[in-house]
């Protein structure tokens, strides 16, 4: 997978806003985070991290920085006004901006990106949505931060990226609990005492119920695509000792 063109995938909801979902093609790491491996925790060296992060960035929007936090499964939201350095992320799992020339991005590993546009108030983010950040609220989150430097829910598109989907995501009795009864309808009975639990589906709930109307699921599933995309629960079903990370990214021409 080191070799080769760049695996982007873009949605067609965001439409010219540049912007793209991309997968392990391309990029220059080797052993089994081969390819377009774009994490820093992921045990990879951080000159092929830095060289596939440009690789990606330079996909979207040729010459701009990008800008990537360090992420923990928060439902917290940072807005953007100057770049920083790979060395000094702040923590959040969001960013937004009005400022054109940056390129906004998010890893992920089986958890949702997804990318935000109003492209006519020229106002983007990104956001790294598992199931804690957005039970947490980091998708409203982004959206009210969006709407503070001058976008509008009405307008905004969402596109969710390469996801684990339903049937590769089998939870536990108390993962399940943790969720409202309203919520029930995302789990579709399993082995024993198991439940396989639909992020994607979650995800865009969560994006409607907060008010927008242009949203998509590009229904990509990281853990049954394995030549396509990098997965945790895969490399942890595997006993593999590592696993990379795909990134996603959205850009204000």
């Not at 992420?71 to 100057?82: G, K, L, M, R």
């Not at 950040?133 to 990226?161: F, K, P, Q, S």
């Not at 089998?170 to 943790?178: I, L, N, S």
């Amino acid at each position: 997978m080191a070799d080769g063109a760049i695996d982007l995938t873009r949605s067609a909801l965001l439409g010219h806003v540049p912007h793209g979902f991309f997968g392990r093609g391309g990029g220059v790491s080797t052993g089994l985070i081969a390819g377009l491996q774009c994490g820093f925790g992921a045990e990879d060296t951080d000159s092929s991290v830095r060289q596939n992060r440009r690789m990606a960035a330079s996909a979207v929007l040729p010459g701009a920085p990008l800008v990537t936090p360090h992420q923990v499964h928060s439902p917290d939201v940072i807005t953007v006004t100057e770049p920083w350095d790979d060395e000094n992320r702040p923590t959040a799992d969001a960013v937004v901006t009005e400022r054109h020339g940056l390129v906004l991005g998010v890893v992920t590993a089986d958890c949702a990106p997804v990318l935000f546009a109003d492209a006519e108030a020229g106002v983007i983010g990104a956001a790294h949505a598992g199931w804690r950040g957005a039970h947490g609220g980091v998708l409203e989150n982004t959206i009210a931060a969006m709407e503070a430097i001058g976008a509008d829910r009405a307008r905004i598109a969402a596109a969710i990226g390469p996801t684990i989907a339903q049937e590769s995501y089998e939870v536990d009795e108390g993962f399940k609990a943790a969720f409202a009864e309203g919520d029930s309808g995302l789990f579709a009975p399993g082995r024993p005492g198991r439940w396989q639990f639909d992020l994607p589906a979650y995800v865009l709930r969560r994006l409607r119920t907060a008010g927008l109307v242009r949203v998509e699921n590009l229904a990509l599933d990281t853990y049954a695509l394995e030549d396509r995309y990098y997965s945790f629960r895969r490399a942890t079903h595997r006993g593999e000792p590592n696993y990379g990370r795909q990134i996603s990214l959205v850009a204000l021409g």
